[in-house]
């Protein structure tokens, strides 16, 4: 009865799961082959991106100028880490774009705070996540106004502005002759631009594409 009362107590300790301070995860980080981003004490491996995936952000970066009407912006892709300090989170956003000097959390320069634009790709496994929980702590930066999903299957970009009243503002584009305009700044480029060389034909990248648990 006490053998199985202790194997019954070791199968329940493994089962529990194992939580890490924002530091241990940095310090874990560091040292990772693989990403993975921090969410309230939980590490999530992050999934693999497709070549789709991977053209479509480098498109959108390649053309976004460094100054706009006088006004110096810094443009992050992939490996900039972003820390939410009100949800405990650490997230790699696709694209993060700063209004002037970027605002690093103490003194590790690898991690930001103050986007004024987000832009994700897409990906089967992770839109609604994207859509849905994702948008919601993003929303709680303060200097964050603007939020752009883009579909790596087919021609459409989901575009959430926020409004003078604080209210979030959604247009669609959905045509390779659509340009996009940006409401947080000024610029504009088309579809075709961001959809250069992109092949929607593409289906053993869909079919293999991972998935991994994401939690809100």
């Known amino acids: 009865m006490q053998t199985q009362e ?10 529990e799961k194992r939580y890490y301070t924002p530091e241990e995860y940095l310090a874990l980080e560091e040292a990772a082959i ?17 070549t789709n995936h991977n053209k479509l952000a480098g498109n959108f970066y390649k053309k976004f100028p460094p100054t706009v009407n006088g006004q ?3 443009i992050f892709i992939n490996d900039v880490r972003l820390w939410i300090s009100q ?14 000097q970027p605002v690093y959390q103490g003194s590790n320069k690898t991690v930001v705070t103050n986007p004024l634009l987000i832009i994700e790709i897409l990906s ?29 299957y087919s021609y459409h970009i989901e575009q959430f502005a926020k409004k003078s009243n604080g209210k ?7 045509s390779e002759e659509s340009i996009l305009t940006l409401e947080s700044l000024e610029f504009q480029i ?17 079919q293999h594409e991972p998935t991994s648990e994401i939690k809100e």
């Open 6 to 15: 202790k194997i019954a107590i070791e199968k329940q300790t493994q089962a």
């Open 72 to 74: 110096d912006y810094e």
């Open 87 to 100: 949800n405990r989170r650490y997230f790699y956003p696709d694209i993060m774009v700063i209004q002037e």
């Open 190 to 206: 088309p579809l075709r631009e961001i959809y250069a060389r992109i092949d929607f034909e593409v289906k053993t990248e869909e």
């Open 124 to 152: 089967k496994s992770t839109k609604d996540y994207d859509r849905g929980g994702k948008f919601l702590f993003y929303r709680s930066i303060p200097e964050f106004r603007e939020y752009i999903l883009i579909d790596q």
């Open 168 to 174: 979030w503002e959604l247009t669609e584009y959905d």
């Open 34 to 50: 693989e990403k993975s981003e921090y969410h309230d004490g939980e590490i999530i491996p992050m999934t693999g991106g497709t």
